[in-house]
Each structure stands twice: as structure tokens, then as C-alpha cells.
């Protein structure tokens, strides 16, 4: 019985010294985002807050509102930041490009109002992302035959699909759950890069694959 106790105090200060390195890491992370934000965009107003997602954890979220007084909000996941942060040479510069993009819409873009419903969600989905996803895919890959689909995965529940039908061999087809797509578009990020990074990275492999002259 004392054994049993031990183990459980064990691992419940496991879990705490766990939690609070999470929690520091977050701090970190959005302290240094704010600054490397405020760094590239001096003569505007910079704040930002972190939240939670119900699937992806800790979500990061920006504003930038410029001199006009419109504001700009983008969004930005724990592991997207970590990496970027860790392995890119010029991090702020990766961070701003998302606002860059999006100040080009005068008078201010802020988040998406999130589904109240599952029917609300699959609305945006067929109405707006899907048909997004689809057409963003045709413009970057031109006259290249690209296959684009729903399926359904058995861990991450329905996905969209994209591949070259051309390649017999090896990787052919990337997918990308639904969830995750909606997630991005209620960022103000482009839920089309996902797919068509991923049909990149194909393109990538396949080229790699073939056999040296």
C-alpha cells in the first residue's frame, strides 16, 4: 500500500514539474513572438494572447493594428512556433510574412468567428475551405494532373486528399484531416498551404526516388 502511495506522489510530482515547464515554454514563446513581432512592425501597435484548442493544445493569436487603427489577427500553433524559433535562422521575419500578406486587405482583418455548431462547421468546410483548397491546388500546379478527394481516415476522421496519379511508385498521395483545415482557416492562415506543401514534398520524394544517370 505505501508502495502504491509513493508511486502515485511520484507521478503526480512528475506530472506538476512537467506542466510547469509546459507552461514556461509557452511564456517564453509568446514573449518571444511579441518581440519579434514588434521588431518588424515598430511603428504599429503589437499584442497577441494565448489560448487553447481542444485538439492542437496552446494557440498562439496576434494583432497588429496599424496606424488607421485596423486590426490584423493571425494564429499561430505551440509546435509551428517551437520549431521555427529553434531551427529558423531568421524566425521574426517568418512571423511577420503571415501579416504581410494579410495588411494587404484594407481596413483590417480579424479572426473568423469560430462554428457554434457541427452544422455551422461543415458549412464553412463545403461552402468556403474545401472549395478554397481545390481551387488554390489547380492555380499552383497548372496544367499538372493533381487528384483531389475526401476520404476517411481511421485516426483523424475525414480528410482530403490530393496526389499525382502519374506516380505508380512510392509516396503519391498526401492528406489532411478536416479538422486541422478548418483550424488554420480560423487563424487567417491559408488552409491550401497545407495541402500543396504536402503535394510539394511528394513532388520532392518522387524526384529523389528516380535513378541516377
Given at each position: 500500500m505505501?508502495?502504491?502511495?509513493?508511486?502515485?506522489?511520484?507521478?503526480?510530482?512528475?506530472?506538476?514539474a512537467?506542466?510547469?515547464?509546459?507552461l514556461?515554454?509557452?511564456?517564453?514563446?509568446?514573449?518571444?513572438?511579441?518581440?519579434?513581432?514588434?521588431?518588424?512592425?515598430?511603428?504599429?501597435?503589437?499584442?497577441?494572447?494565448?489560448?487553447?484548442?481542444?485538439?492542437?493544445?496552446?494557440?498562439?493569436?496576434?494583432?497588429?493594428?496599424?496606424?488607421?487603427?485596423?486590426?490584423?489577427?493571425?494564429?499561430?500553433?505551440?509546435?509551428?512556433?517551437?520549431?521555427?524559433?529553434?531551427?529558423?535562422?531568421?524566425?521574426?521575419?517568418?512571423?511577420?510574412s503571415?501579416?504581410?500578406?494579410?495588411?494587404?486587405?484594407?481596413?483590417?482583418?480579424?479572426?473568423?468567428?469560430?462554428?457554434?455548431?457541427?452544422?455551422?462547421?461543415?458549412?464553412?468546410?463545403?461552402?468556403?475551405?474545401?472549395?478554397?483548397?481545390?481551387?488554390?491546388?489547380?492555380?499552383?500546379?497548372?496544367?499538372?494532373?493533381?487528384?483531389?478527394?475526401?476520404?476517411?481516415?481511421?485516426?483523424?476522421?475525414?480528410?482530403?486528399?490530393?496526389?499525382?496519379?502519374?506516380?505508380?511508385?512510392?509516396?503519391n498521395?498526401?492528406?489532411?484531416?478536416?479538422?486541422?483545415?478548418?483550424?488554420?482557416?480560423?487563424?487567417?492562415?491559408?488552409?491550401?498551404?497545407?495541402?500543396?506543401?504536402?503535394?510539394?514534398?511528394?513532388?520532392?520524394e518522387?524526384?529523389?526516388?528516380?535513378?541516377?544517370?
Amino acid at each position: 500500500m505505501t508502495t502504491t502511495k509513493q508511486n502515485t506522489t511520484h507521478e503526480e510530482e512528475a506530472a506538476k514539474a512537467n506542466n510547469e515547464k509546459l507552461l514556461e515554454l509557452i511564456r517564453n514563446l509568446h514573449q518571444a513572438s511579441l518581440q519579434a513581432l514588434k521588431s518588424e512592425f515598430a511603428e504599429y501597435e503589437v499584442d497577441g494572447q494565448v489560448g487553447h484548442h481542444e485538439i492542437y493544445g496552446p494557440l498562439f493569436t496576434y494583432r497588429i493594428k496599424n496606424e488607421e487603427g485596423a486590426g490584423y489577427a493571425c494564429g499561430f500553433f505551440l509546435r509551428e512556433l517551437l520549431h521555427n524559433f529553434q531551427q529558423n535562422r531568421n524566425p521574426a521575419l517568418w512571423l511577420s510574412s503571415f501579416f504581410v500578406d494579410l495588411m494587404k486587405v484594407p481596413g483590417g482583418v480579424l479572426l473568423p468567428r469560430p462554428p457554434q455548431s457541427e452544422d455551422e462547421a461543415k458549412a464553412m468546410i463545403d461552402g468556403t475551405i474545401l472549395p478554397h483548397c481545390y481551387s488554390a491546388i489547380k492555380e499552383e500546379f497548372g496544367s499538372e494532373e493533381v487528384y483531389t478527394g475526401l476520404a476517411m481516415n481511421e485516426e483523424h476522421g475525414p480528410v482530403l486528399e490530393a496526389g499525382f496519379p502519374k506516380y505508380r511508385e512510392g509516396n503519391n498521395v498526401c492528406a489532411m484531416p478536416l479538422h486541422l483545415l478548418l483550424a488554420h482557416y480560423l487563424m487567417n492562415r491559408d488552409p491550401a498551404d497545407l495541402i500543396i506543401q504536402g503535394l510539394y514534398r511528394i513532388l520532392e520524394e518522387q524526384e529523389n526516388a528516380k535513378p541516377q544517370a
